[in-house]
């Protein structure tokens, strides 16, 4: 029964297929993937392999043409938009490559920011920004704006965002893409960090392979198939 209650993330025969004009375009094809509890995954492969595809699978930006997604044991497939976004919002935190920081607004007031949308009275607000600023951190540069901010400060500030309402899940499309090498590797080591001690279930996607062996397992896409895990 613990077992079952640590899976997080589950995939069942999950497909999706495109259609352009008369041609299909097969994105996904039967992925049955487990993710549990803390537990921080890479998904590697080429390009075109099926990787952001499944990432948006997972987080109810996308339906698949067939198969399921459960997220901590509720079927996401048969959610209609509403209930997606109410998913997302208290679920998923989403992490992406360009940051997505709002320019005219400091660090603290962007993590701020889904904090006021869900309605947190202010108090509460300004404990949860400032340990999650402390947690990246940036404690010393919450009042700096992302022009002020280097490539890994802002992607700090994007990952103390995604972790604002408290969600299960993070997930992570190509975080460190727009990085030089080592402050890449600085930004995994945090990830991996608050997948542990904060018990957040992490999903990267990823085309580096140093990027994906800080991961606690790797799952390789090829033309939308699932190759092999380790």
């Known amino acids: 029964m613990k077992d079952m209650e640590d899976i997080v993330i589950e995939t069942v025969n999950l497909t999706k297929i495109y259609r352009l004009g008369p041609v299909e375009v097969r994105a996904l094809y ?7 509890r803390g537990e921080m995954v890479a998904v590697v492969g080429p390009s075109g392999s099926g990787k952001t595809t499944l990432l948006n699978m997972i987080g109810g930006l996308d339906k698949p043409t067939r198969g399921k997604v459960y997220i901590e044991g509720m079927d996401i497939t048969r959610m209609d938009d509403k209930e ?8 998923i935190g989403f992490v992406f490559q360009f940051y997505n920081l709002i320019p005219v607004l400091d660090a603290y007031e962007n993590v701020e920011l889904p904090l ?6 202010e108090e509460e607000r300004r404990r949860r920004v400032e340990r999650l600023l402390k947690l990246v951190g940036l404690e010393d540069r919450m009042h700096h704006r992302p022009d ?8 700090k500030v994007a990952i103390a965002r995604a972790l604002a309402n408290n969600p299960s899940i993070i997930l992570a499309d190509e975080p460190t893409g727009d990085l030089d090498t080592e402050t890449g590797m600085k930004i995994m080591n945090l990830l991996k960090e608050i997948s542990r001690e904060e018990k957040v279930t992490v ?3 990823t085309h580096d392979p140093q990027v994906a062996a800080i991961a606690d397992r790797r799952i390789h896409l090829r033309d939308g198939r699932i190759i092999r895990e380790d």
Do not use: C, F, M
């Open 203 to 205: 999903v990267v996607v």
């Open 30 to 36: 039967d992925v049955n993937l487990k993710v549990r």
């Open 148 to 155: 002020e901010l280097s490539g890994g400060e802002q992607q």
């Open 116 to 121: 006021i949308i869900t309605g947190v009275p």
């Open 84 to 91: 997606l976004a109410i998913l997302r919002r208290k679920k």
